[in-house]
């Protein structure tokens, strides 16, 4: 691969928001037909490069050289990069749920014939585009009706309905399971053997080491350096070290459990699907946690695990039909979402932009959110006692922010999390359920979101993790919960969990023993 010709060279590239240097003097070079990995931690400015070269932030709103297929390029705008075949898929797909694969993937190009779209060429090129990237599906369905797997793939259709040269994909697999995670893998593959270039971003190490050619790092918004994967024997632990500058010697920080007595206890909880009536997503579900502890839940996508934390969390997901939650010895009933947190539960949810914050907000009206009650007086917010709060946690999760006044759409994915523990924290919780809360972060952040968890726990608090990524849940977790198609057939202590006996009880609906 380094004897092919140069495809892309940025050059000296610098970039500035008002307060931050997203990028200074970032230098990259990608070859025709290679698969080139971007890593970096959190805010170090992969997205914002990817940005620059696809004429998101055009052309004189940032300082440096961008050499595309050996001549200087000047994208006015995204459309002008795709024009000269180079394609972004953002982490955010830009799809429309209510429009079907076919409108989706022509959106702004349809075939037209004498004036008029032509819809029939339109169907018979989507079915060409989805063979093309291994997706039978009818051109016809509606995106919403189709899961993020798919979606993945209309995406990269879309692409390919642009003449993609150049493939570029920030976080393709942070939202998929891991067949989904393979497949899409297998494809990218498969685009190097027919000569197309890929640029893919991803904190998913493993994913990185098996797939890339060559891999950069940027740290800071500054180049680190160049890897040639297979020449200098690169692993996870080399890309790590790149990365945050040092060895990383666990992925973990050492913890001592100190566990109480069970405290919250849910038994018999059933639920059915908010719009198939017929469909239970919950069964007969019965689980505890003791203070002090932290709590996995293990299971396949569609397995139910978030649609169990949620339905338990103020019943804000699907209709119970019954089921006992006792705290503290006292049975409780949590109707609403208010009920959960004035009971002290808090829930941080898996998709932190739509759910768990609002974008046009600043961090501390975010932080201060979920509880309002503790900063007013007499209906009237106290504005010194919300920038006190905000202050404090920003400096007790070291937040990256110049300000809790900065918008928390400006901040990188691992400090919009810590946004989001932030509010919850604030609630005072004495249980925190917290659903897939490294989706999407560097390992960097992703330790010190592990020492929250564990210090919260420290301070006699229960905690849940639901996860997909089983190493983390067998680092991290006391004691780990299988769940299977709405039924928990597992109760697994950390000294018996490994990967094969997660995966046995994530896949069967016979339980295993509860202790």
Not at 170 to 196: K, Q, V, Y
Not at 431 to 437: A, K, T
């Amino acid at each position: 691969m380094s004897d092919a010709p140069i495809l892309l060279e940025m050059r000296s590239i610098t970039k500035e928001f008002p307060g931050v240097k997203a990028l200074s003097d970032v230098n990259l070079v990608v070859r025709a037909g290679e698969i080139h990995a971007i890593c970096g931690e959190n805010g170090a400015g992969k997205s914002t490069l990817m940005k620059v070269l696809s004429g998101v932030y055009p052309f004189g709103t940032y300082e440096g050289d961008i050499v595309y297929q050996g001549s200087e390029t000047r994208f006015a705008d995204i459309r002008a990069s795709e024009r000269a075949g180079i394609v972004i898929i953002h982490q955010e797909l830009a799809l429309i749920p209510e429009l079907s694969i076919t409108e989706n993937i022509f959106l702004g190009n349809e075939p037209r014939k004498r004036g008029a779209i032509d819809w029939k060429s339109a169907q018979r090129q989507a079915r060409e585009l989805l063979a093309r990237v291994g997706l039978r599906e009818d051109p016809d369905t509606l995106i919403k009706d189709i899961g993020v797997g798919k979606q993945q793939l209309v995406e990269i259709a879309k692409a390919f309905a642009k003449d993609v040269k150049l493939l570029i994909l920030d976080e393709p697999t942070a939202a998929l399971n891991e067949a989904d995670s393979r497949h899409l893998l297998d494809l990218l593959r498969g685009f190097r053997e027919r000569g197309i270039t890929s640029i893919i971003i991803s904190h998913k190490l493993n994913e990185i080491e098996a797939i890339a050619d060559q891999i950069t790092i940027l740290r800071d918004g500054r180049t680190v350096e160049t890897l040639d994967v297979k020449a200098d024997g690169v692993d996870e632990d080399r890309i790590v070290r790149g990365m945050v500058g040092r060895e990383l010697s666990s992925r973990f920080p050492d913890h001592t459990p100190k566990i109480g007595e069970v405290f919250f206890e849910v038994r018999d909880w059933n639920v059915r699907h908010p719009v198939s009536a017929e469909r239970q997503v919950c069964k007969n579900e019965s689980f505890v946690v003791r203070r002090g502890e932290i709590v996995g839940f293990a299971g396949l996508m569609g397995a139910g695990r978030t649609e169990l934390a949620m339905s338990v969390f103020g019943r804000s997901y699907g209709v119970w039909e019954s089921g006992t939650i006792i705290k503290d010895g006292k049975e409780i009933v949590l109707r609403t979402v208010a009920d959960a947190i004035a009971h002290g539960l808090a829930y941080v949810s898996e998709d932190r932009k739509a759910i768990g914050l609002n974008l046009l907000d600043d961090i501390k009206t975010s932080t201060v959110s979920a509880k309002l009650s503790k900063i007013t007086k007499r209906g009237v917010l106290d504005e010194v006692a919300e920038y006190k709060a905000a202050e404090s946690y920003r400096k007790e999760l070291r937040t990256k922010a110049p300000t809790v006044d900065e918008g928390v759409s400006k901040l990188s994915g691992g400090n919009q999390q810590k946004v989001v523990l932030a509010k919850w924290m604030f609630t005072d919780p004495d249980l925190l359920i917290l659903d897939e809360p490294t989706r999407g972060i560097d390992v960097g952040a992703k330790y010190e979101i592990y020492g929250i968890i564990q210090r919260l726990a420290d301070q006699g608090k229960g905690v849940i993790v639901i996860s997909s990524e089983l190493p983390e849940l067998i680092g991290l977790c006391d004691r780990i919960y299988t769940v299977f198609e709405g039924q928990i057939t597992g109760d697994i202590p950390r000294q018996d969990a490994d990967p094969e006996t997660l995966m046995k009880q994530m896949t069967s609906t016979k339980k295993m023993q509860t202790r």
